[in-house]
């Protein structure tokens, strides 16, 4: 079954760190694929924001302005998984996380290109 599948969600101050991972199965991951992965976040009451993205095949990676120099996507290619370092934490980076696959992805921080979606991890970040 193709599937996506976060944890490392929790709760911490503000100033903290956290990581995120996404293991990805054999078939929605590998390195020769085409396939882009993404970390989104939804917090109440606002749209889904597009926090990070990478593409395994070859390292390129984007990030939202409001992540830059805080958060750190990386890959692990034997694991099939995908992490979101998270340093520097605010409050508003409180929201449910999601990682997303894609084959077609032109704009990588727009959900609209992503067709795998995994159930989500919470970060709580206290001031």
């Known amino acids: 079954e193709v599937q996506l599948v976060e944890s490392g969600g929790g709760s911490v101050r503000a100033g903290g760190s956290l990581r995120l991972s996404c293991v990805a199965s054999?078939?929605?991951?590998?390195?020769?694929?085409?396939?882009?992965i993404g970390w989104f976040r939804q917090a109440p009451g606002k749209e889904r924001e597009g926090v990070a993205s990478?593409?395994?095949?070859?390292?390129?990676?984007h990030y939202a302005d409001s992540v830059k120099g805080r958060f750190t996507i990386s890959q692990d290619n034997a694991l099939h998984t995908v992490y979101l370092q998270m340093d520097s934490l605010k409050p508003e980076d409180t929201a449910m996380y999601y990682c997303?696959?894609?084959?077609?992805?032109?704009?990588?921080?727009?959900?609209?290109?992503?067709?795998?979606w995994g159930q989500g991890t919470q970060v709580t970040v206290s001031s």
């Open positions: 997303a696959a894609g084959n077609y992805v032109p704009l990588p921080l727009k959900a609209a290109y992503y067709n795998l």
């Open positions: 054999p078939y929605t991951y590998g390195p020769y694929s085409m396939t882009v």
């Open positions: 990478v593409y395994p095949g070859g390292g390129g990676t």
